[in-house]
């Protein structure tokens, strides 16, 4: 299963080849033209016929579209739209109106992006606000400065941009977001993850941002001005090295130790064997078998697992973790069922069945590190070990459905305006339907990093988990 792209990319590090710019050229003639990049009105019809497109894709291939809302709900809401597109429209205007179908379908592997043109021709060319924005709550945040100098102090809540409150920008842009149910944890985290991309989507991309805020009673405005990604990226890099330096930042997964070896820490980043490969140059099977022979020759008494922004990836590398902590044969999936002449059939699903477990398993207590970024088969490693372990879960809500998901997208684009969807094909049950009440796993304890603990890189997640471990470890001493 896919995670959700990687929307923004840095031109500073990924050079675009020959043949993309040529093609980028060519459509900068071909749309010569009609007006700048993106404005271009795609007349009525060809609107209309691009949303039925997509209609037909998700009722033929969709086996999760009648899971949160009937059949009539989805049909009128459709409706209702086909019926407001009464106008040409340029693409980022549909896709704000495509976008919508989001809170209906609510499944997060069923993503709607912009055509791939749109996005590197604004990528390369346009100019984006400079700030790197969080989310917390009801409110928006600046996380990181990147720009020149540092215009607004890191940790600042952010009471408008040019003339928008953030509770009404935040509402925008969660309005058309993926979800999985009725949890927002993953629509909040895609947007604190990438702010500045979904702003760029809905708003547009002004010059300059009149970012008003308030200090010490006193409000303040001041004015910024965008700056294309090249420079944001360079100004991030400047600005904050230390966050970019880390030796973690090129392992995908890795083992660490507390300074007593009580406590082993493994973070898993993502569970793509492909990204895996590609990005940190990591063979998941290998990783995870060399770090349990690392953690039985030390033999400590406690295991965090960090799946913290793990979107997910290849069920098989979820099934080779578990396997390494639970004690008897086990199923990661209970059920696997496609659409097949509108009807929801059984079908095969990758590790079905029971899976052993490894000869030898970690036999002490299980911390699980999760958040709303713990997506697809983070949700799925987490439901299982849930099931099978006394597992401690810290943190804030998994953005995944721990009951029901669904996944195998095909790829389409819309006729018209080249729009990009992917539809889930097979329908993932790991507990029951019964048991699904569209939310995601809540954890054990639920602990939120503050908007200074993001700030100052403090992790009072981890350091809950080692306190909770320092009092049952003097509780045990004491019984």
Same mark, same amino acid.
């Given at each position: 299963?896919?995670?959700?792209?990687?929307?923004?990319?840095?031109?500073?590090?990924?050079?675009?080849?020959?043949?993309?710019?040529?093609?980028?050229?060519? *459509?900068?003639?071909?749309?010569?033209?009609?007006? +700048?990049?993106?404005?271009?009105?795609?007349?009525?019809?060809? @609107?209309?016929?691009? +949303?039925?497109?997509?209609?037909?894709?998700?009722?033929?291939?969709?086996?999760?579209?009648?899971?949160?809302?009937?059949?009539?709900?989805?049909?009128?809401?459709?409706? #209702?739209?086909?019926?407001?597109?009464?106008?040409?429209? $340029?693409? %980022?205007?549909?896709?704000?109106?495509?976008?919508?179908?989001?809170?209906?379908?609510?499944?997060?592997?069923? *993503?709607?992006?912009?055509?791939?043109?749109?996005?590197?021709?604004?990528?390369?060319?346009?100019?984006?606000?400079? *700030?790197?924005?969080?989310?917390?709550?009801?409110?928006?945040?600046?996380?990181?400065?990147?720009?020149?100098?540092?215009?607004?102090?890191?940790?600042?809540?952010?009471?408008?941009?040019?003339?928008?409150?953030?509770?009404?920008?935040?509402?925008?842009? +969660?309005?058309?977001?993926?979800?999985?149910?009725?949890?927002? $944890?993953?629509?909040?985290?895609?947007?604190?993850?990438?702010?500045?991309?979904?702003?760029?989507?809905?708003?547009?991309?002004?010059?300059?941002?009149?970012?008003?805020?308030?200090?010490?009673?006193?409000?303040?405005?001041?004015?910024?001005?965008?700056?294309?990604?090249?420079?944001?990226?360079?100004?991030?890099?400047?600005?904050?090295?230390?966050?970019?330096?880390? %030796?973690?930042?090129?392992?995908?997964?890795?083992?660490?130790?507390?300074?007593?070896?009580?406590?082993?820490?493994?973070?898993?980043?993502?569970?793509?064997?492909?990204?895996?490969?590609?990005?940190?140059?990591?063979?998941? #099977?290998?990783?995870?078998?060399?770090?349990?022979?690392?953690?039985? $020759?030390?033999?400590?008494?406690?295991?965090?697992?960090?799946? =913290?922004?793990?979107?997910?990836?290849?069920?098989?590398?979820?099934?080779?973790?578990? #396997?390494?902590?639970?004690?008897?044969?086990?199923?990661?999936?209970?059920?696997?069922?496609? *659409?097949?002449?509108?009807?929801?059939? =059984?079908?095969?699903?990758?590790?079905?069945?029971?899976?052993?477990?490894?000869?030898?398993?970690?036999?002490?207590?299980?911390?699980?590190?999760?958040?709303?970024?713990? !997506?697809?088969?983070?949700?799925?490693?987490?439901?299982?070990?849930? %099931?099978?372990?006394?597992?401690?879960?810290?943190?804030?809500?998994?953005?995944?459905?721990?009951?029901?998901?669904?996944?195998?997208?095909?790829?389409?684009?819309?006729?018209?305006?080249?729009?990009?969807?992917?539809?889930?094909?097979?329908?993932?049950?790991?507990?029951?339907?019964?048991?699904?009440?569209?939310?995601?796993?809540?954890?054990?304890?639920? @602990?939120?990093?503050?908007?200074?603990?993001?700030?100052?890189?403090?992790?009072?997640?981890?350091? !809950?988990?080692?306190?909770?471990?320092?009092?049952?470890?003097?509780?045990?001493?004491?019984?």
């Amino acid at each position: 299963m896919l995670p959700y792209p990687i929307l923004q990319f840095d031109i500073t590090t990924k050079k675009k080849s020959v043949k993309q710019i040529i093609n980028l050229i060519t *459509l900068f003639l071909l749309i010569g033209n009609q007006g +700048l990049f993106g404005q271009y009105e795609f007349p009525q019809k060809q @609107i209309v016929e691009d +949303l039925q497109f997509y209609k037909t894709r998700l009722e033929r291939n969709h086996p999760n579209l009648y899971l949160y809302n009937t059949r009539e709900r989805i049909e009128s809401f459709f409706d #209702s739209l086909i019926l407001s597109l009464n106008k040409p429209l $340029s693409e %980022a205007e549909f896709y704000r109106e495509l976008t919508l179908t989001s809170s209906v379908i609510r499944d997060g592997h069923t *993503l709607i992006l912009p055509s791939r043109s749109f996005v590197e021709f604004h990528n390369l060319h346009s100019r984006f606000l400079p *700030l790197q924005m969080g989310i917390f709550g009801e409110h928006l945040y600046v996380k990181m400065n990147c720009t020149s100098s540092i215009v607004i102090e890191d940790g600042t809540i952010v009471d408008s941009i040019n003339g928008l409150s953030s509770q009404e920008i935040i509402k925008e842009l +969660l309005d058309r977001q993926v979800r999985d149910g009725n949890s927002l $944890s993953y629509s909040e985290w895609i947007l604190d993850t990438y702010f500045r991309e979904y702003y760029s989507y809905a708003f547009g991309h002004p010059e300059v941002y009149d970012v008003s805020y308030t200090n010490e009673d006193v409000k303040h405005s001041l004015k910024i001005p965008a700056l294309l990604k090249d420079s944001i990226y360079h100004h991030r890099l400047v600005n904050y090295p230390g966050i970019y330096s880390s %030796a973690t930042q090129s392992k995908g997964v890795y083992l660490e130790y507390d300074s007593s070896y009580e406590v082993a820490i493994i973070t898993i980043k993502d569970f793509h064997t492909e990204v895996l490969r590609s990005e940190y140059g990591q063979d998941f #099977s290998r990783e995870i078998r060399s770090i349990f022979e690392s953690i039985f $020759s030390v033999n400590p008494q406690n295991l965090i697992i960090d799946l =913290r922004d793990n979107q997910g990836g290849d069920v098989k590398n979820g099934v080779k973790l578990l #396997s390494f902590l639970l004690k008897h044969p086990f199923k990661i999936v209970e059920e696997y069922n496609t *659409l097949k002449r509108g009807r929801i059939v =059984r079908c095969s699903g990758p590790s079905s069945g029971f899976n052993r477990p490894n000869r030898k398993i970690f036999t002490g207590q299980i911390y699980v590190l999760i958040n709303g970024g713990s !997506f697809s088969n983070s949700s799925i490693v987490s439901s299982c070990l849930r %099931a099978n372990t006394s597992a401690i879960f810290v943190g804030t809500e998994t953005g995944g459905n721990p009951n029901v998901l669904a996944g195998y997208a095909r790829n389409f684009k819309l006729p018209n305006t080249k729009i990009r969807v992917e539809i889930p094909t097979k329908q993932f049950i790991m507990t029951s339907l019964k048991g699904n009440d569209g939310n995601g796993l809540i954890p054990t304890f639920e @602990i939120e990093n503050s908007i200074q603990d993001n700030i100052l890189q403090n992790d009072a997640q981890i350091g !809950f988990v080692m306190k909770l471990i320092k009092e049952r470890k003097e509780t045990g001493k004491r019984g």
